[in-house]
DNA sequence: TGTCAATTGTCAGTGACTGTCACTAGCCTC
DNA sequence: GAGGCTAGTGACAGTCACTGACAATTGACA
């Protein structure tokens, strides 16, 4: 393995300051009362190369996300086959929140990656945009999941069933944590493994007979 | 009830028809390539006059969803008692499906307003608005139902999980009518019929013993 | 009918984003 | 290691969504 020219470092570095310094501004006075002169000022390229990384202003400010969510997808490929789908998902997304330094360390540190997601879960435009990343994963996901479990995506609703239904979990873990007092790793990871084991419950006929 | 005067009818016609030939110029050359311009001179306003209606280009795109949606919750408050949660929100969905042409005739046909959701779904920057938009019902439904329910929304977590299960699948519905063949009417609402059957076998801890 | 207030139009400006073209600087060959 | 090649960048002009300010118009109502 030659490591990359100059050329490829350079870029590289110029992307990673970019988002840095996104994220930074995003976070510190709001993304929609920052400009992309601010940032390109900043970090001193022209406009038009940040458009060359950053095809919009939006997809700065999930660079580090999208980072994070190709991590989750190769750990549920990686899950033992003997798991059932919830539990390889369940897991999947639990190892993630442990080991979520090592990914993007070298971008921007784990607490200015949080302070960005509660800052996407309170901008509308970025919620919208948040949202539809997440069902783009989770046509990814169903994907492995049916494969997973020997079944044709086609064919058998069960997988986008699934998957969707964890994903809207999910989902409201993301906003009860971003509107929550507690913002730690810790308190997300602990809100995302409680309200995955309330699912099955919850989806019982009646509610009335069992107050679980 | 007096009708209402000149002044109030001239507002609501002028929305009316900055609403249909927005929706038709959408439909027929695609959301991004209709400028909000070309709308106003259409209906011969100013382009000022547009922004005063409607907040932004997108939220035109989802005047007629507004609508419905208003329905769907207006039916659901008015299940008897006795359905469960699930039973309620399915209820409601398929009988908005049953009367949807009372709530939008006056202002675009039936058939203008399927092919408006179909555009929605394949237009990028609009399924994110969609999918937020959503979201935001998810919260009034999970109220609704937390109340038909006698629970404390914020101490239990059951409604909202429950919506948001329900809601994923309804989504998957939407994103498969759409890019299906047959795009009629009776077409969603038997897709809408068929998955939320499917919701609760598909969240059995193993799949491999019952297949539904 | 004349006054008031709601509605609309005009105009100037901002910010995101794109196409074009000239220029600079790694890279690679001889 | 000089020179050509090309990826990457900057400068500039233009489009489009959207906003604030103020002037012009037009129902409403005494």
Redesign the interface.
């Known amino acids: 393995m030659t490591l990359p020219g100059l050329r490829e470092r350079k870029k590289q570095r110029t992307r990673d300051e970019l988002t840095r310094v996104a994220l930074e501004l995003f976070t510190a006075q709001g993304y929609e009362r920052t400009t992309v002169d601010e940032i390109v000022d900043a970090v001193e390229v022209s406009q038009r190369t940040f458009f060359r990384y950053f095809s919009s202003k939006e997809e700065v400010a999930f660079a580090v996300q999208q980072m994070v969510e190709e991590r989750f997808v190769d750990a549920l490929g990686q899950r033992p086959p003997g798991e059932?789908?919830?539990d390889a998902m369940r897991n999947a997304v639990l190892s993630g929140w442990d080991t979520i330094g090592d990914a993007i360390i070298e971008v921007v540190p784990v607490e200015l990656y949080l302070r960005t997601f509660q800052m996407i879960e309170s901008t509308?435009a970025l919620?919208?945009?948040h949202?539809?990343r997440?069902?783009e994963m989770e046509e990814t996901i169903a994907g492995i999941i049916a494969e997973r479990?020997g079944?044709d995506l086609d064919a058998d609703?069960?997988p986008?069933?699934?998957v969707?239904?964890f994903?809207?979990?999910m989902?409201?873990t993301g906003?009860l944590w971003g509107r929550g007092t507690d913002q730690s790793l810790e308190a997300i990871r602990a809100l995302t493994e409680?309200?995955l084991d309330?699912?099955?419950?919850?989806?019982a006929?009646?509610?009335?007979d069992d107050r679980s």
């Open positions: 059932g789908p919830f509308p919620l919208a945009v949202l539809r997440s069902t479990e079944l609703p069960r986008r069933i699934a969707a239904a994903s809207g979990v989902r409201v906003q409680e309200y309330h699912l099955g419950p919850a989806l006929p009646s509610w009335r």
